[in-house]
């Protein structure tokens, strides 16, 4: 393999294992996802500068809710 190749090889393998989490205690690594809603714009506002002022995030309080209503996998 050129010394290139074998460079983008190195580099791609420290990216993947850079965007790998482990998931919630079960320590395997799993692929973040995208979960999008629809909102109204002054609500996502509204709830966006609360969890800045709180030092938080709309990930966190959204990851938070569903846990606590739907639970956690397996």
């Known amino acids: 393999m ?3 190749g ?6 791609r393998k420290q990216e993947s294992q ?3 989490k482990p998931a919630a205690g079960q320590g395997i690594t ?3 996802v995208n ?9 996502r506002q509204h709830w966006a ?11 966190a309080a959204i990851t938070e809710a569903l846990s606590a209503k739907f ?3 397996g």
Do not use: F, M
Request: charged share 40%; proline share 3%.
């Open 35 to 43: 979960l999008s809603i629809k909102v109204q714009k002054s609500r």
């Open 71 to 73: 639970g956690e996998p």
């Open 6 to 11: 074998q460079l983008i090889k190195e580099a």
């Open 49 to 59: 500068a609360e969890a800045k002022r709180q030092g938080t995030t709309l990930t």
């Open 2 to 4: 050129s010394k290139y």
């Open 18 to 20: 850079k965007t790998r």
């Open 30 to 32: 799993e692929e973040d």
